[in-house]
């Protein structure tokens, strides 16, 4: 049986080895980060602390797949009982099919 977490750590390894290959040819991790719209400081800790960014952003900047462990807690309608992961975590109460236009539509709602 394959390890779910085997192609996050695969690309993992790309990314550090690339941002190493990077730093031999700029010399300073400001330039590495910089040139991937991250700090430094997050390139040096990717590329030599073996860190695992839980930023989308981040990650995608990175060419990391989303981490499913990062993702969020599904939450469920309570109009249709989807279950959806929201930006906000789990201070929403609608999926964002039976979510209302604006606030006073929501509280029609309930």
Same mark, same amino acid.
């Given at each position: ?29 400001? %330039? ?8 430094? +400081?997050? &390139?040096?800790?990717? !590329?030599?602390? @073996? ?10 900047? %990175? ?8 993702? +969020?807690? &599904?939450?469920?309608? !309570?109009?249709? @009982? ?29």
């Amino acid at each position: 049986m394959e390890d779910p977490q085997e192609p996050i750590l695969t690309a993992h390894k790309a990314a550090a080895d690339r941002l190493r290959e990077l730093h031999e040819q700029l010399h300073s991790w400001e %330039l590495v980060g910089r040139s991937l719209g991250i700090s430094g +400081g997050m &390139a040096y800790r990717v !590329a030599l602390q @073996g860190y695992e960014p839980k930023d989308s952003g981040i990650r995608h900047r %990175l060419g990391l797949p989303v981490n499913p462990l990062v993702m +969020g807690t &599904a939450v469920f309608c !309570a109009k249709c @009982g989807r279950a959806f992961v929201g930006k906000w975590g789990n201070r929403r109460k609608f999926c964002p099919i039976c979510r209302p236009v604006n606030q006073s539509e929501e509280a029609r709602d309930e």
